[in-house]
Structures are given as C-alpha cells and as structure tokens.
C-alpha cells in the first residue's frame, strides 16, 4: 500500500514538472521569453503570455529555493524527514514564514511534511488549511495553522537574534 501510494506521487511529480516544462517552452506565439517568463504582447484585445496567477500575488517558481538561514536551519532540521535540507524543502513556496508554519503544521500533526506540501496549490496560509484538512478531518484545521504560523513566527525570530 504504500509502496503504490510513494509510485503514484513519485509519477504524479514527474507529469507535474513535464507539464511544467513544456509550458516555459516559446511556441511561436509572439511572446519574449525573458528569464523563462513569456511576456506579454497584445493581439487584438487578447494577451499572449498572460500569467495564470493572481495579477496581486508574486508567481512561486517551483524550483526556487528560499534563503533559510544556518540558524533557522539548524531549527528545522530535525522536523523534516532525514537527509532534507530546509532550503530545498522550501522549493514553492514564495514566503519563509508560510513554508516554516508547513513544517510545524507537518510536525505537530504528525504529517509527513512532503504530503502535506503536495496538498498545498500556493503554499499559503488558506491551502494549508485546506491540505491539513484533507489529510486529518478529525482536527481543527484553523487553531492548528495559527499555532503553526505562531511557531513560525517565534522560530524566525529567534534565528535573526544574535
């Protein structure tokens, strides 16, 4: 059983990043490519190379990894599965507060922190409540993601004091 359920995410990440990069592909459509980001070009009232996101919210680059530092890392090491690095771990999301509330979220509730990142579209403080959710019914899902951001906060701030 969980042999197949490691074979489908293993398969569901690998169609994930295909898709992923044949969409940073320029097909002849009119855009630049500039950075591995089409730009836009109007044609006619459409917009070539128009992001899918929330003109509002940043784009998370999924291969972007944020800047943990060694005193934050230290922290977070022992709270993701063996081997991990925190600054790898932090691949998709666009904020370091919301990735260290996922792995305290992971850790509090006993999640694997690789589950519950995959449940999560944004990395957000909203799909993390949904993912925890999704994963354990049973708890609440809310007072749980407010102690995690809690935590995040006090982890953060304890790494920047000197």
Do not use: C, Y
Not at 81 to 100: D, I
Request: cysteine-free; proline content about 6%.
């Amino acid at each position: 059983m969980k042999t197949a359920k490691t074979l489908i995410l293993i398969s569901t990440m690998i169609m994930g990043f295909a898709v992923f990069a044949s969409a940073q592909g320029n097909r002849g459509t009119g855009a630049e490519v500039q950075g591995g980001m089409a730009t836009r070009s109007p044609i006619g009232n459409a917009q070539v190379g128009t992001p899918t996101w929330d003109e509002q919210k940043k784009p998370v680059d999924p291969n972007a990894e944020l800047k943990v530092s060694e005193k934050l890392a230290g922290r977070l090491k022992p709270l993701l599965p063996e081997g991990t690095a925190p600054n790898v771990a932090s691949r998709g999301f666009s904020e370091l507060k919301e990735f260290v509330a996922t792995v305290r979220a992971a850790n509090n509730l006993g999640i694997p922190f690789s589950e519950l990142k995959n449940k999560m579209a944004d990395g957000s403080s909203k799909e993390l409540q949904k993912a925890i959710h999704q994963l354990k019914p049973d708890v609440d899902a809310k007072s749980e993601v407010k102690k995690a951001h809690e935590q995040a906060k006090q982890d953060i701030k304890e790494s920047k004091a000197s």
